[in-house]
Every structure is written in structure tokens, then in C-alpha cells.
């Protein structure tokens, strides 16, 4: 990791066995996002994106900038989880989710403007990676990750 | 084309030296353009696509266009999925050999 450079936008992409409403569903509310977000309880919705944390801490607040479910949402990030990347700039994240043929979804997170959260850009680098694979186990077999 | 769950297609992808390459330079600076990669890697442009097309089909590399430009970004999570997948299996088997010890010493008692 030591050689990564912050990146000013990142993309990642998962094929996920499930509808367009259930990957929604799962994304915006925190019942779901408890079970493969860090245990984050995230709310979305037209009015905004809230993450609280197990103490009801509150780890994100950012305004919705688009809400068009189940096809699209994208947010603002600030990691208040952490002081020095809260202090950063805020970035932006966008969701899509689009159908397949054969019940299969092709779902896109792009986190990009993080242009001045440098920080924050290498700490959600292998986040991502963790939190969509978990999302995919947890609509294709009904579990979270066990650990 | 929806590889879903095909590992057949990662393994594939990740047999190679030169795709491996390609997925480190991405790992270093991603969002390279295709003409990045190929002055990076000393191979015809030809030759770094044919190898980006495989990336991509495996779900690796996805390349987003922004105006003119295609920049490619390294996509780790298909490798994430084997992991867990494997992971998942093993915690799995764990789990339930704890639950029959339980099991069995709470019968025993």
C-alpha cells in the first residue's frame, strides 16, 4: 500500500444475483447496511445520506444530490469517523445500479472529487473493495460475512 | 456477458505476467489511459488493449470514458469475492463444529 498515490476518482464494479429494488433496498436502508457497511447504519434518502455508527455516533452526513431509485443515488462523503479525514474536503460517491439479462444486476460505485481529501481517498481505497463483496455475499446466499 | 461468480474468468485474467503488470501499474496510479499503459508497459498499443479487453472481461479493469479520454481503474472486488467466498466456507465449517461441541457437552450434561 505504501506506493498507492491518493486517487482522484476511484471506480468499482460488482455483478450481484439480485433485483434492481433488492440492491436498492439494501444501499439506502440501515438494517441492511449494518450487515456489510463496517456495521454503519446508513439512511438514504431524497432528503439525505446518514451513517451512524453502533452508539449512534454519527460517521457520515452529506446532502443527496440525485435519488432515483432503484437506478441511481449519488452523495456527499465526509468520513467524520476519523478527525484528520473529516477535517479533508468533501467528495462525492455515485451509485448505479443496472439490470442484466438473467436476474443480474451490474452495480457501479464511483467515489470521486477527492481532489482535496487525499486521506480520505487512500483510507476508503480497500473499503470499497470490502463493503461491495460483502453487499454481493450478503444478497446472493441472505448471510453477512462471518468475522 | 455477466460473470457472476466466474472465477474461471479472474483466474484466467491473473495466469498472465503482463496483465499482472498492468494491474500493479493500475494499483500505482489508476485511471491510466490506454496510451499511459502503453508507453509504461513498452508494448504496442494493440497488444496492451488485448490484454485490457481480458482484464475487463474478467470484471478487473473497468475503464470509464471522460470526454475524449478512456481511463482504465483497477476494479479489486472480483478478487475480493473469491477470498470471501473461501473465507466464508472455512467460517462456515468452523462455526458449526462449534455449535455441535455445544451441542454435544450441553447433552452430556
Redesign the interface.
Known amino acids: 500500500m505504501t506506493?498507492?498515490?491518493a486517487?482522484?476518482?476511484?471506480?468499482?464494479?460488482?455483478?450481484?444475483?439480485a433485483s434492481a429494488d433488492e440492491i436498492w433496498e439494501a444501499i439506502c436502508k440501515p438494517e441492511f447496511t449494518e450487515r456489510y457497511f463496517y456495521g454503519a447504519r446508513i439512511t438514504n434518502t431524497a432528503e439525505g445520506h446518514l451513517g451512524l455508527g453502533p452508539n449512534d455516533e454519527v460517521w457520515g452526513r452529506s446532502e443527496v444530490a440525485e435519488f432515483d431509485p432503484p437506478r441511481r443515488l449519488v452523495h456527499g462523503w465526509r468520513s467524520l469517523y476519523d478527525p484528520e479525514l473529516a477535517a479533508e474536503d468533501e467528495s462525492r460517491v455515485t451509485w448505479e445500479i443496472e439490470p442484466?439479462?438473467?436476474g443480474?444486476c451490474?452495480l457501479?460505485v464511483?467515489h470521486d472529487r477527492l481532489e482535496g481529501a487525499p486521506k480520505t481517498a487512500s483510507s476508503v481505497s480497500g473499503g470499497?473493495?470490502?463493503i461491495?463483496?460483502?453487499l454481493?455475499?450478503l444478497l446472493e446466499?441472505g448471510r453477512p460475512?462471518?468475522? | 456477458m455477466c460473470p457472476v461468480d466466474d472465477g474461471d474468468l479472474v483466474f484466467k485474467a491473473l495466469a498472465d505476467p503482463t496483465r499482472r503488470h498492468l494491474l500493479d501499474r493500475l494499483f500505482e496510479r489508476d485511471g491510466r489511459t490506454l496510451t499511459e499503459l502503453a508507453e509504461d508497459l513498452d508494448m504496442t498499443r494493440f497488444g496492451v488493449m488485448k490484454h485490457l479487453r481480458v482484464l475487463e472481461e474478467a470484471g478487473l479493469v473497468v475503464s470509464r470514458r471522460s470526454g475524449r479520454e478512456k481511463h482504465h481503474f483497477l476494479n479489486p472486488v472480483p478478487i475480493r469475492s473469491i477470498h470471501d467466498r473461501w473465507i466464508d466456507k472455512y467460517t462456515e465449517h468452523r462455526v458449526s463444529a462449534l455449535s455441535e461441541l455445544k451441542t454435544q457437552l450441553e447433552g452430556r450434561a
Open positions: 506506493t498507492m498515490t486517487q482522484t476518482t476511484q471506480v468499482y464494479q460488482v455483478f450481484i444475483k442484466q439479462d438473467g443480474i451490474l457501479t464511483v470499497w473493495m470490502m461491495l463483496s460483502g454481493k455475499t446466499t460475512l462471518v468475522g
